[in-house]
Each structure stands twice: as C-alpha cells, then as structure tokens.
C-alpha cells in the first residue's frame, strides 16, 4: 500500500468524502485552521465506517468538527476565512483561538535538563529513572489526533522547537545519571522516521553500553495509523526496522513499545494483527496507553473489551490517562468520578491478566496523580477521591496515597479540595 497523506484542502478529493455533505466539509476545513489536521490513506479507508461517521470514532479522534471549538472561536475564523485576507491577517486571528486554548499546560516548558551548563532541549528528565528524547525528525505522526495534548508543535505558530539531534549528548547525561534506567524516544511519534534515521540514534545508544541504561522503549501511535511500518510484505523498510529492533534486544537491553490505542475498532484488521506479531517476534514488548474520552471510549464496556483483546493478542494494558486541559479539551473531557468509574466498572470485567492496568492517572505539573478509589467516611459522612502520586518530581512523594474531597464535576487535579495542606 503507497503511503498518501491527506490535509484539509487535499481530503476534499478523497473518493470516500462523497459521503461527507459540503458543509461538514467546508467546517473542517475552517475548524482545521485551528486544530491541526492530518491524516493517511490507512486511517480513511481502513479504520473508519464512512457510513456512520458522524458518530465514528476514528473519525472523530482524527477530524477536526465544528464542536471542538466555541461558537464565537469558530464565527471568528469563519469571517476570517470568508473575507480572503492574507495569510498573515489569518495567521493573527488563528492564533487568538489557539491562545484561547491553553496551548502549553505548564510543565511543558520545564524539565529542560542541562549537560556541563548547556541546555537540552530535546530531553525532559522529570522523574528520575526515565529520560524522554525529541529526536527533531520525529515531531509529527502518521495522523494527528484532535485531543492530542502535544499539538502546539503540530503548528508553526506555537511551536516551541524543543527537540534535538545530538544523542550524543543525551547519551553522556544518562551515563552521568546512573539512576537513569530508560530512555524513552517521543515526538510526535519516533516511528514516522525512516529506519535509517532512528538507527542514526538508536546504534549510537546500543553501542554506548551505558552501564545504568537497561530499557529503550518508543512511545508510538504507527501501529494503528500506519501498521506497514512493521510489514516486510508491504513494506521494504520494514526488515529494516525490525532488525533494529532485534540489535536492541540482542544488547541485553529491554525494548518496549508504548503504543496509544484509544478504542477497540482499532485493533480489528489484519495488518495491525501481523504486525504485532512481527514487533513480538523481535523479543520486543507491547504495552498500551490511551486517555478517557467523551465521543470516543467513555464506556466501562468498551475499555474492559479493548484491554482483553490487547491481552489477547499479546499487548500488556498499562496506562489510562485522564484528558489534559488543553486543545478542544472541554469536547472529549470526561470528570474524574466518571473517569473512575469506567476504570473500576471495566476492571471488574476484565480477566486476570489485564488488570495490569494501572489506575486512571493525570500527568500534573507535580507528577503523574493516579486516582485510587472513591470512599465514604463513616465518622463525618462525607465523600473522598483517595489520590496518590505513582511518579513525582520529588521521589519521596511517591505511593503515598492522601484524601481530597469527592467532587462530581472536578475534571484535573487542581480544582479539588485537599483535606491535608501541600498534599497535591
Ligand atoms: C509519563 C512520563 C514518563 C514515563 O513514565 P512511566 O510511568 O515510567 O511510564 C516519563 N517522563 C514524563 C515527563 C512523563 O510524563
Ligand atoms: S499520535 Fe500521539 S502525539 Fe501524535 S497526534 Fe496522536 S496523541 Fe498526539
């Protein structure tokens, strides 16, 4: 299959679009000014019912509609659009939307490490036994999800350009690091980039023998947005990432993918199957994250059905994040009661080996918050989310659970009531 990607204005020629009205066609192409829209020819034929796409969720995770926006936002850039100005004139309006949209939840810009005083601006070292590398080549995906809580580097506007090439660099700060256990390679998504290119990186890493580095994983979405990456049949680079793969384990060094999978349907088709195969047969690992969705996966059903397949086809369940407050987040955000109830309701349903699943977690500015359970206190009769940090700055802080008031409507971690000062 030849690779084609699709933006808003080529979309518009896709056969498949015949089942798209004109109008809904012209809202995507204003919504997607704002919201960065991409997506392949795997994504439009493979993975969405173009009968029902209304209510599709893959259609959903990857075009942009107009209720991702407010009314006021969307008239805004309407009018911009409608009345031709140039393409700085937009840009402007643009941008106040996106301003609008809390584009850098703040720990974004903080954990910049620094090598002998220089800074790295590729590399985010915020808990202690994991360092996260930007390679520059590999800061956009094969599609781009409209929850995404990376998209500011998705636009050339709010970009902060906080990637790098220089592993060499990054190798000798894991190796002054001795607690640094894994290095995680991110974007974007790593795998967009050839096999070459990640090997002009990975190699380096390998070859290093850093004493203190016993995992490599790459946190990835190829698997369900371009699974021909894993596919020497279809693929002729494919042998090649594989290969890569099998020098990794061959080292001695652990290799886990950390693949996103947000809903079932994604894991259906057949070429998604062989590849996870393929990826096994290297000795590599799969686990699986994705966040709460509302119009996605905000069922216990689904979740319950999506971690058994996984464990099924080999994956391990890992994360369940809680959607950042940033983008068109007020559309896909599901509060944090609901958040645990789907958990636990699909936890119950799941059999043994997929309750590896850690409970549903905010990535906040102090740390990754998981939320344990929710309990009565019998002395005052009142409600608490018992909280807990599984990863904070401070690593003393961690799996020490504490009380916050129970709150139906609180959707992040900061809009809820401590019952102990500074425990949040
Ligand atoms: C989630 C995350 C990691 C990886 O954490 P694990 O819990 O080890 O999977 C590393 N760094 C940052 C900044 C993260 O948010
Ligand atoms: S694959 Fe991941 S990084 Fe890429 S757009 Fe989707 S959520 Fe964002």
């Known amino acids: 299959m030849r690779y084609l990607t699709y933006n808003a204005k080529t979309f518009r020629n896709i056969e498949y679009m015949r089942y798209l009205p004109e109008e809904v066609k012209q809202e995507i192409e204003i919504v997607s000014k704002v919201i960065p829209f991409k997506s392949n020819n795997y994504v439009v034929d493979y993975l969405i019912d173009w009968e029902n796409y209304e209510n599709d969720p893959i259609y959903i995770l990857t075009f942009p509609n107009k209720n991702m926006l407010r009314e006021d936002q969307y008239e805004r850039v309407k009018r911009a659009v409608d009345q031709n100005l140039s393409e700085d004139e937009l840009y402007e309006v643009v941008n106040s939307v996106r301003l609008e949209m809390n584009p850098h939840p703040a720990q974004q810009l903080t954990n910049i490490p620094q090598l002998n005083g220089e800074k790295l601006p590729g590399v985010q070292h915020k808990y202690r036994d994991i360092v996260l590398f930007f390679p520059t080549q590999g800061q956009s995906c094969h599609a781009h999800c409209t929850f995404c809580f990376r998209w500011p580097q998705f636009t050339k506007q709010l970009d902060l350009q906080f990637s790098m090439r220089e592993i060499d660099k990054v190798i000798e700060y894991i190796r002054e690091h001795e607690f640094v256990h894994e290095l995680l390679f991110t974007g ?162 799941t059999g043994s080996l997929a309750k590896t699943v850690t409970a549903p977690v905010m990535s906040a500015a102090k ?58």
């Not at 790459?218 to 990456?229: D, E, H, N, Q, S």
């Not at 309990?375 to 020490?400: C, E, W």
């Not at 139906?408 to 102990?420: C, F, G, P, S, Y």
Request: net charge negative; proline share 6%; aromatic share 12%.
């Open 188 to 349: 974007g998504d790593p795998m967009i980039m050839s096999p070459a290119v990640l090997s002009g990186y990975v190699d380096k890493v390998i070859d290093a023998k850093i004493p203190n580095l016993d995992t490599i994983r790459f946190g990835t979405k190829a698997l369900t947005y371009w699974p021909f990456t894993f596919l020497p049949s279809y693929n002729e680079e494919a042998e090649e990432m594989l290969n890569m793969f099998r020098r990794i384990t061959d080292s001695g060094m652990h290799l886990s993918i950390m693949a996103h999978f947000n809903h079932p349907v994604e894991l259906e088709n057949e070429a998604l199957q062989e590849a996870i195969a393929n990826i096994r047969e290297t000795g590599a690992q799969i686990r699986t994250q994705a966040p709460v969705l509302n119009h996605i996966n905000n069922s216990s059903q689904l979740w319950a059905n999506m971690w058994t397949k996984q464990v099924n086809l080999g994956l391990v369940p890992y994360y369940m994040f809680i959607e950042r407050e940033t983008g068109p987040y007020e559309y896909f955000q599901v509060p944090l009661a609901e958040v645990y109830n789907i958990y636990s309701e699909a936890i119950r349903l």
């Open 367 to 424: 740390g990754k918050v998981q939320i344990l359970g929710v309990v009565d206190n019998p002395l005052d009769g009142k409600k608490y989310f018992i909280l807990q940090y599984a990863r904070h700055r401070d690593y003393s802080k961690t799996f020490k659970p504490f009380l916050v008031e129970y709150d139906e409507k609180a959707t992040w971690v900061d809009q809820l009531t401590e019952l102990v000062p500074n425990s949040i």
